[in-house]
């Protein structure tokens, strides 16, 4: 059963049967990634050019591995966001790489929309590796992966996406993937960091944190901006810590054993308390190796559509 | 010369004159006679057959950004007027957004020559404060006397209310308007219309509100300094409540709007077409219906393009790099016509005082008029006309707009001004 869609802009309008064709794709993955030969021929022949205007090596790298592992031809085309302010440069890169007749295309942008752009003017299946505030999908279908891996399921679960609302890619494919799911989607984080009528998307709209882990089955934490102008929706680091950050002892006075997944790289001490990050480790590195599986998926899959 | 109209329909409001299938007679750009022509008139006489369509008084957009000088390569004062004369327009009024901007006799000299003998008049807008910076009052004396028709620092609000206070005082003078983009930088500065529209396609979101707190600021000060205040675009339901309110007490605001706010919502951005980015940006659902409220009640007196054309490089960038704003002289009559008069929500009174009349009286501009010995200041419309928008023949420098292919009801066939008539894609001289 193929996917619907020949490129993966976001999670928005998947259908339930896709996704879950995806993750379950991506178990196949998962375990080609523990046998001593991790490589499967599967997309021998095809040319991907990964995309990057914007620094972001984890996300590429993954993409790299994944793409390696099914034995396509992977080439990196990063463009550093200087030369990135006028617009025309993008539409020249893309008839470039349109011209070198490549087969797919992974793209991180810092504005939304890029990728559909990408579709409108490039023959290659378009992969979104994050647009601007917009979507994530590939992050958001790796986070519904490790959820179902770890509690067996996503239907019927209470998933809670805390901090930066407004200013993450992440939240957006997380609540469209785990709504389609079935899962009941809130957001947590102080109002300034919440995007007016996300509501009507389906979510409730948390901003006490206590209530956030005492009502919910898995929290997924993202990673605060502690460096750039997010620091003018929030009065002080001390302050978010305080009220916002997830700790031991508020895991513990709310006496639950909750799924916790971060997108990583963790800022300690400010979303997540030392200690919860480091009972974290396990599960962030096994986070990263989903990750190529479920790339591995994606391309997979869009690869081998006729 | 002499020219003769023929079998055309004269409709004026203000002058209380609708006579169907009559003749105008127009000798060297003036009209000399108005009825039925006698045979001999008719001798000598360049005659055209407008049977079924519609004379008004000449269409003035009263919001126009003329690209000179600073980006000729956009929009000069020439090909500006040749899409306002394409559009159905004998007048404009152009914004002194441009490089530099238009805050000294000097300046508003050189655009004038620019236009100079053309068919369509070009009204100057003057900033209203030096270089738009928002900190000096512009030298408004000095303008007035080089003939500008009001104040704006359009593209932005001006800066702070006591520059605004000292503005509408010193303007109030001359009795010209401040003409006012009202945004409240501090909140907008996004690159759509905040909604859940925004939030899913993940573009940074300019809340109505922004427009809102302006608005009222305005108000006020208009109030307080007696002052005239003009809302540019206005494009949010309580704006239009606001100014409903301001015009009650007898308050001396006017506001006009833009086709694109009353012909599209912020749905059009779901492609993330950058034709569809404009500011103020295009609102919702809720915002547009309260718009045509406020067209039909007479809150929002004129209706104006903020034609604002752009390179097609500077357009073809991602959403949220490209430049805000879209062209609109060839469009604007159609979409009026379109969207208001065959829809019923205004009568082509209405229609013809909004983007006629009105336009003229808030700059305090004189109306033509259809009588004898006037010069002849004419737009013909054919009122059901059905066409497609095709940019590529449009006479703009630009082709940013989100309409092309749109298909319309009505239009301008012709215009007649300064003893020339642009018909059938040409200038005739008269
Ligand atoms: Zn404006």
Redesign the pocket.
């Known amino acids: 059963m193929p996917l619907k869609s020949r490129h993966l802009l976001g999670l928005q309008g998947v259908s339930k049967e896709d996704i879950q064709l995806i993750l379950d794709t991506a178990t196949t993955f998962r375990e080609v990634l523990e046998r001593p030969i991790k490589k499967v021929p599967t997309l021998q022949g095809k040319t991907i050019v990964n995309l990057f205007y914007e620094n972001s090596t984890r996300t590429r790298i993954s993409f790299e591995l994944a793409e390696k592992r099914l034995s396509a031809d992977a080439v990196n085309f990063s463009v550093s966001t200087s030369s990135v302010s006028k617009g025309e440069t993008f539409k020249d890169t893309m008839r470039n790489i349109e011209a070198m007749k490549v087969d797919m295309v992974v793209v991180r942008h810092s504005a939304a929309g890029a990728p559909l752009f990408l579709t409108q003017i490039c023959d290659a299946n378009i992969i979104n590796a994050g647009d601007g505030i917009h979507e994530h999908p590939t992050q958001g279908l790796l986070d519904m992966y490790s959820i179902r891996e770890k509690l067996r399921k996503i239907e019927g679960l209470k998933v809670c996406i805390v901090g930066d609302i407004a200013h993450s890619r992440v939240a957006l494919s997380n609540i469209y993937g785990l709504k389609t799911m079935g899962a009941e989607v809130s957001v947590c984080g102080p109002l300034t960091m919440i995007p007016r009528f996300i509501e009507e998307l389906g979510v409730k709209v948390i901003h006490n944190i206590d209530e956030a882990i005492q009502e919910n089955d898995a929290l997924n934490v993202l990673r605060i901006q502690i460096e750039r102008k997010a620091r003018e929706y929030f009065p002080s680091i001390r302050e978010y810590a305080k009220y916002f950050g997830i700790t031991e002892e508020r895991l513990e006075k709310n006496g639950k054993d909750i799924l916790i997944l971060h997108p990583g790289p963790i800022n300690r001490g400010v979303e997540l308390s030392s200690g919860v990050a480091d009972g974290l480790n396990q599960i962030i590195l096994r986070q990263v190796t989903n990750g190529v599986a479920i790339r591995m998926a994606v391309l997979y899959l869009l690869g081998t559509l006729k | 010369m002499k020219v003769i109209l023929k079998n055309i329909d004269v409709f004026h409001p203000a002058q209380k004159l609708n006579k169907k299938n009559t003749d105008i007679l127009i000798e060297d750009g003036v009209i000399t006679e108005t009825g039925s022509l006698s045979e001999k008139k008719y001798a000598d006489a360049e005659v055209y057959d407008f049977t079924g369509k519609v004379a008004v008084p000449g269409f003035f957009d009263m919001h126009v950004h003329l690209r000179e000088p600073g980006r000729e390569d956009e929009e000069t004062v020439v090909s500006g007027c040749n899409a306002a004369a394409s559009g159905g327009f004998t007048g404009i009024a152009c914004m002194p957004n441009t490089e530099p901007a238009i805050d000294s006799a000097e300046v508003v000299e050189f655009v004038k020559k620019q236009a100079n003998n053309h068919l369509v008049e070009v009204k100057v807008i003057a900033a209203a404060t030096v270089g738009r910076k928002g900190e000096i009052i512009s030298p408004m004396a000095e303008l007035h006397e080089a003939g500008v028709v009001g104040f704006s620092d359009?593209?932005a609000a001006i800066k702070t209310a006591g520059i605004l206070k000292r503005a509408l005082e010193y303007s109030r003078m001359y009795n010209l308007p401040v003409i006012e983009?009202c945004e409240d930088e501090s909140i907008a500065g996004g690159s759509m219309n905040e909604g859940l529209n925004s939030t899913m396609l993940g573009l940074p979101p300019i809340p109505s509100v922004a427009e809102d707190l302006i608005v009222m600021r305005d108000i006020l000060l208009s109030e307080y300094t007696g002052g005239r205040i003009h809302i540019?675009?206005i494009s949010t339901r309580k704006s239009v409540e606001m100014v409903r309110e301001a015009k009650a007490k007898g308050l001396k605001v006017t506001a006009e709007v833009t086709p694109h706010h009353f012909a599209l919502t912020d749905d059009a951005v779901k492609t993330y077409d950058t034709n569809t980015k404009m500011?103020p940006p295009l609102r919702t659902k809720e915002d547009v219906e309260e718009i045509l409220k406020g067209l039909k009640d007479g809150t929002i007196d004129c209706i104006a393009s903020?034609h604002a054309p752009h390179s097609a490089e500077e357009k073809e960038a991602e959403f949220e790099h490209a430049p805000n704003g879209i062209t609109g002289l060839e469009t604007e009559i159609g979409l009026a016509l379109t969207e208001l008069l065959h829809k019923n929500i205004l009568t082509l009174e209405e229609v013809v005082n909004k983007m006629a009349i009105n336009p003229r009286k808030v700059l305090d501009l004189p109306v033509p008029t259809f009588e004898a010995r006037q010069q002849a200041n004419i737009t013909i419309l054919d009122l059901n006309e059905i066409w497609t928008v095709d940019l590529s023949r449009s006479k703009s420098k630009s082709k940013n707009s989100p309409f092309d292919k749109r298909l319309l009801t009505g239009r301008a066939v012709a215009v007649v001004n300064n003893k020339k008539m642009f018909y059938q894609d040409k200038f005739i001289e008269l």
Do not use: L, P, T, V
């Open positions: 359009d593209g983009h540019a675009h500011n903020d």
